[in-house]
């Protein structure tokens, strides 16, 4: 399985005046479990010291490293080389800000999402910490912790066809935030209150059906599912 | 000259940043969080285990409270803590969960009735009284006496991190990400805010607060190997101690985790364990009852790490390309369990390992996982030697872990010290003697240096390399200053390190790109975690004794007569290649639990000359059982903001 890998890796800075965008060819030798973490490193290293990425947990679970490759939107992280071909293209995700080569700016996309949504537990009462919690059905505990699992990636906006053509877009990432406070008690807010903030074209009513948001959310959420959900609810609502 | 004014700056976006912010806005104050990154892919969001609160509601928690959690606290850290730190914090922490759980973390709840659970590798039927039906479960842990640790699966930090952005999202509190924190503004005594990087322009701008408050996070990444976030380099503890004045303390306290991943390094929680996973060698044979027959794979990670280190070295470990490791077993608790309550240990031997762990053993081996130590802080969060700067979370050494944390203490310590330290914090911004007069002149001082710092670098005609420069530090650090120590590899380690940090100043930077520059940002990062490097391997060499993670094979007692005392570091001149050390007592005479035996691991201790006549005192004060008893041992509620003093409620109490 000794390959020699051929990387064609998206180069582009906007602070720099001299950069311009274009693609450039690195080439490294694969080792036993390599993972695009390792080979991206690797060319930083040895290559292109000044290669922009962004790695934060290396273990699949912040959502930093998302990137296209070969076309498809991933977390680098967790690819293996060895399931790749040995060429493989990277380029930073579309949709978000560029920041400079394979990072962007999906932090600042995923905070305006949250302020549009509001996705918090909005709750007037006060709670006295000094007194046993509230009870909560444990199948419901562990049913808000599957939408909950959510690592505002990006890659599902990515995928995502309506989010191509309509800027202000929620996404599934969006969509999948508003099931999840929908389905805790401790949000007070009715469905009169979700149809404020997601109740049109840039909301759940903009989702065409494609679906290519489930078919690449690495954390394999039922987006499909929560979508279809909301957009019943929703239509209730705005009747 | 861009100036940014605010109340409280709180650097860094992790837990212990984000309650604290959260902690100073609900008292009035304005305040802004800086991250390297968005603030959700802060490190804290790949805590898995679970986070521990002394709640009682599940059956093997029957009869915990705030004094089992103390103890075991104590007992976890060797007796290094501040103990008055330790009452407060296990007092916080059922607190700190039930907020939480008002704010929107789903943590498990307790199921009435049977369930299996494997314990000690046996399956055994529990039944749950249907009174505690839906209150926040637990699971088992290292180190602890009662199923202790709240979780969402082992997703806790996820869940947690999530739900405290989002509340800072619902308080308006603004958290400006990609802005690096580059040095401390300070004059006299008291500091002033900070030079901050914007890691996307470029841009240097002075942010100037009544309180600054560092919640950076550990030192792990200094290490070759860690589980850490690779964010995770120290460097709020370098800029701390670049200040000259503020001190960090316990640098030596560094500890391995008994589980991460062959070769990659990443966790794999120690719920495994709790949940009933077992440790095995290449015969497959489960060997830590031969070594802890109490706690078994259950002893505190110091232990642990150090019994599998030394069951290797007798040559049970697993030959691999990447060196040995040894096994853990999780098969024995099911597929179901594993899908539903290690789904993120699933993931990650699925992608990383390409096994399945319902059927296949996962390859582990202890790793660096935590920094105990760090800037030294009072009770309150603040450094003696510079006030207006506060430490909370990882970054500091508030010392309630000492030279050992348990499992689930830390996401609990994030949270219960950002409660606790904002409402501090918010008490020193409304006197008025603590009022913001500083001079535009010092903040144009501080920026103009690291200014030229960075010209510096990308002019310099130095030839070293930083990449290869940080390779040997993380190798050093690995071979000299690991799981195992003594004084001659740790003399070379300090002796290395300080040639390595006169090699750091002649690094250029090829990349003329000011803003996104990982080549830059390498290069001014480098010097400050060679100073933090050096201050571990020298802290550790000084430190001729065995207690918690730092394990001296030259010196293997815990020496209590000697070193009974926390470790203190500071760095006199930028031109300097050591640190100054220096140590503070800890006073048996106020402990409430003297010094002794842990329970666990290898009983070796010279003793303390005062410890029998306090153990003496303590005994009397317990027997006469006075209803303030906590009061007579070692008074702590007084230290705590008046609204957090009450008792906290548990079944037992709620059904007599
Ligand atoms: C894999 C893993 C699993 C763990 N699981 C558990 C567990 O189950 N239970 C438990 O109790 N503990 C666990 N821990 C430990 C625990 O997660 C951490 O100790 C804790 O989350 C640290 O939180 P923090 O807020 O102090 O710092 P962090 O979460 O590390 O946050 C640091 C913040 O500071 C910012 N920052 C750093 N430097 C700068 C700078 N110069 N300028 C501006 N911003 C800066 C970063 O961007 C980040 O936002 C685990 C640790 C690891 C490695």
Redesign the pocket.
């Known amino acids: 399985m000794k390959r020699t890998l051929n990387f064609n890796i998206f180069r582009y800075n906007p602070q720099d005046p001299a950069s311009h965008p274009h693609m450039e060819a690195y080439t490294l030798q694969e080792t036993a479990g390599m993972t695009l973490f390792i080979a991206l490193n690797q060319i930083r290293e040895l290559q292109a010291p000044s290669l922009a990425f962004d790695f934060v947990c290396r273990?699949g679970v912040c959502g930093s490293c998302s990137m296209l490759i070969n076309g498809r939107p991933r977390l680098a992280c967790r690819t293996l080389t060895e399931s790749l071909p040995d060429t493989i293209t990277l380029l930073p995700l579309p949709t978000f800000e560029l920041i400079a080569d394979l990072s962007v700016n999906s932090g600042k996309w995923m905070r305006a999402m949250s302020e549009r949504l509001e996705t918090w537990v909005h709750s007037v009462e006060e709670t006295d910490l000094d007194r046993i919690e509230l009870p909560m059905d444990p199948d419901l505990a562990e049913h808000i912790y599957e939408l909950d699992r959510c690592i505002e990636c990006g890659c599902c906006v990515t995928a995502c066809g309506t989010a191509q053509m309509r800027e202000d877009f929620i996404g599934a990432v969006g969509i999948n935030k508003i099931a999840r406070f929908k389905a805790d008690p401790r949000d007070q807010r009715n469905d009169q209150d979700y149809y404020a903030v997601v109740g049109d074209d840039d909301g759940v009513f903009g989702c065409m059906s494609l679906l290519g948001c489930q078919d690449v959310c690495p954390k394999e959420l039922s987006l499909q599912t929560q979508i279809a959900y909301i957009r019943r609810k929703m239509a209730f609502a705005g009747l | 000259m861009k100036l940014i004014y605010t109340d409280v700056l709180v650097?860094?976006?992790?837990?212990?940043?984000m309650r604290t912010a959260i902690g100073v806005k609900r008292r009035g104050l304005d305040t802004l969080v800086?991250?390297?990154?968005p603030?959700k892919r802060?490190?804290?969001v790949?805590?898995?285990?679970?986070?521990?609160a002394s709640l009682a509601n599940c059956v093997k928690a029957a009869g915990d409270n705030e004094d089992i959690h103390f103890q075991d606290t104590v007992r976890g850290s060797d007796w290094g803590c501040d103990q008055q730190v330790a009452r407060m914090f296990t007092h916080m922490a059922p607190k700190a969960v039930r907020e939480l759980a008002a704010w929107g973390v789903p943590w498990n709840r307790v199921r009435k009735g049977e369930h299996e659970v494997v314990i000690n590798g046996q399956r055994v039927t529990l039944t749950a009284p249907a009174k505690a039906h839906g209150l926040i479960t637990a699971r088992d842990f290292g180190g602890t006496k009662k199923w202790r640790t709240c979780y969402t699966s082992d997703g806790?930090?996820h869940a947690m991190l999530y739900t405290l952005g989002d509340q800072a999202v619902a308080a308006s509190i603004p958290v400006e990400e990609r802005?690096?924190?580059?040095a401390l503004i300070h004059d006299q005594g008291r500091c002033y805010g900070a030079v901050?990087r914007d890691l996307i322009s470029g841009e240097l701008s002075a942010y100037l607060a009544k309180a600054t408050v560092m919640?950076?996070?550990?030192y792990?990444r200094i290490y070759g190997v860690s589980?850490?976030?690779i964010?995770?380099e120290g460097?709020?503890q370098a800029?701390a101690l670049e200040t000259g004045v503020a001190r960090l303390a316990n640098m030596e306290a560094v500890q391995f985790h008994p589980t991460a991943i062959v070769p990659a390094g990443?966790?794999v929680?120690?719920?495994c364990r709790g949940d009933g996973g077992l440790l095995r060698d290449k015969d497959g044979h489960r060997f830590m009852p031969d070594y802890e027959p109490d706690k078994k794979e259950l002893a505190s990670r110091d232990v642990v790490s150090r019994r599998m280190a030394e069951h290797m070295r007798k040559g049970k470990g697993v030959a691999s390309p990447y060196g040995d490791h040894l096994w853990l077993d999780i098969t024995v608790l099911g597929e179901a369990h594993i899908n539903k309550n290690l789904r993120e240990v699933k993931d990650i031997c699925q992608y990383f390992l390409g096994i399945d762990p319902s059927k296949e053993w996962i390859p582990v081996r202890p790793t660096q996982?935590?920094s105990m130590g760090g800037i030294r802080t009072d009770y309150r969060g603040e450094s003696p030697w510079l006030s207006g700067l506060f430490a909370?979370?990882?970054?500091a050494c508030w010392d309630m872990h000492g030279f050992n944390r348990l499992?689930?203490?830390?996401?609990?310590e994030?949270v219960v010290s950002g409660m606790l330290v904002s409402e501090y914090i918010a008490d020193f911004c409304q006197k008025p003697e603590n009022d913001l007069t500083v001079s535009t002149h010092l903040a144009a001082e501080f920026l103009q240096r690291e200014t030229d710092k960075l010209k510096r670098l990308f002019t310099s005609s130095g030839d070293e390399n930083a990449v290869a420069i940080r390779k040997r530090m993380e190798q050093i650090l690995m071979e000299k200053v690991g799981l195992f120590r003594n004084g001659e590899h740790l003399r070379e380690a300090v002796e290395e390190l300080q040639q390595l940090l006169i090699r750091s100043r002649q690094i250029s930077v090829a990349s003329q790109a000011q803003g996104a520059n990982p080549e830059l940002v390498l290069a001014y990062r480098l010097p400050r975690m060679l100073k933090i490097a050096i201050g571990i391997a020298l802290g550790a060499l000084q430190r001729t004794e065995s207690r918690g993670a730092h394990y001296r094979e030259d010196h293997p007692e815990r020496n209590d007569r000697d070193w009974l005392n926390r470790t203190l570091c500071h760095w006199n001149s930028e031109d300097d290649t050591l640190p100054v050390l220096d140590y503070e007592p800890l006073d048996v005479n106020t402990m409430e639990l003297p010094p002794g035996f842990r329970g666990y691991g290898t009983k070796n201790i010279i003793e303390h000359p005062a410890t029998e006549a306090r153990q003496t005192q303590v005994d009397r004060i317990t027997e006469a059982a006075p209803s303030d008893l906590n009061e007579q041992l070692m008074p702590f509620r007084h230290l705590l903001p008046e609204k957090y003093r009450g008792d906290n409620e548990r079944l037992e109490d709620s059904n007599p």
């Open positions: 273990a | 650097i860094g976006g992790g837990l212990a940043g800086l991250s390297l990154v603030a802060s490190h804290s790949a805590a898995q285990g679970g986070m521990q806790t930090g802005k690096e924190a580059m901050v919640a950076t996070g550990g792990g589980t850490n976030a964010i995770n460097i709020g800029l990443i966790l929680t120690e719920g996982h935590y909370c979370g990882e970054v499992g689930g203490n830390s996401v609990a994030t």
